[in-house]
Every structure is written in C-alpha cells, then in structure tokens.
Nanobody, 126 residues
Framework: QMSLAESGGGSVQAGGSLRLSCAAS????????MGWFRQAPGKEREFVAA????????YYGDSVKGRFTISRDNAKNTVFLQFISLKPEDTAVYYC???????????????????WGQGTQVTVSS
C-alpha cells in the first residue's frame, strides 16, 4: 500500500516558477515509478511527467518539455516537479501517482498507475 500527499501548489504570475512535492508513505519508495498528471476544469486528466524507480529515466508531456523537471529523492520518499516559465494554460490540479515496478520502466498513461494523491491546485495568472 502506498499513500501520497502533494504540496507546494498555489497562485503565481505567468512566467514564474514553482515546485511541487509529493511525499510517499512506506519503506519501499525506491521500487515505485512516479508520475505527475494534471486536470484542468472540464478537461481530461493528462500526463505531465514521470520518472523511473532509480531516477535514471524521465519522460515529459509535449506541452511541458523544457519547462518542467521531475526529480526524486529516494532517501526522503519524495518526488518533485519543478516549474519554470509558467503559462496560464498550466492552471490545473496536479496529481502525484505511483506504480510498483520491478525494472526501470517509466509508465506514462493514467491506467498504469495504481496509487494517487489528492491533488494540489496550481493557478497561473496572466
């Protein structure tokens, strides 16, 4: 079982920066691939970024490449999502997700993740 808790959301001006954190429970965090998804009002939940168990591989959604960076600290059971150059269209609830993996495969679709956090709101104003 895995519990996830996101933090760090808030309101920011366009062009600004922000960092989200996701703290995971349990002692086997390093066996989980981790991902971030977001959902804007009236839209489907979309893939943002994901990172392998070891942190050696990461993938990003096309709309955030070059602006967002995912990282993890396995010693602290935490995954991060760093934003730069935020845009109003980045406004959404951001969700952290986890999936147990026995290799360094990085899942990028919603259905591949078994555990989800409650989400944290990010609002970018123009």
């Amino acid at each position: 079982q895995m519990s996830l808790a996101e933090s760090g959301g808030g309101s920011v001006q366009a062009g600004g920066s922000l960092r989200l954190s996701c703290a995971a429970s349990g002692r086997t965090f390093s066996m989980y691939a981790m991902g971030w998804f977001r959902q804007a009002p009236g839209k489907e939940r979309e893939f943002v970024a994901a990172i392998s168990r070891s942190g050696g591989s990461a993938y990003y959604g096309d709309s955030v490449k070059g602006r967002f960076t995912i990282s993890r600290d396995n010693a602290k059971n935490t995954v991060f999502l760093q934003f730069i150059s935020l845009k109003p269209e980045d406004t959404a609830v951001y969700y952290c997700a986890a999936d147990l993996r026995y290799n360094d495969y990085v899942p990028v679709s919603r259905g591949e993740y078994a555990y989800w956090g409650q989400g944290t709101q990010v609002t970018v104003s123009s």
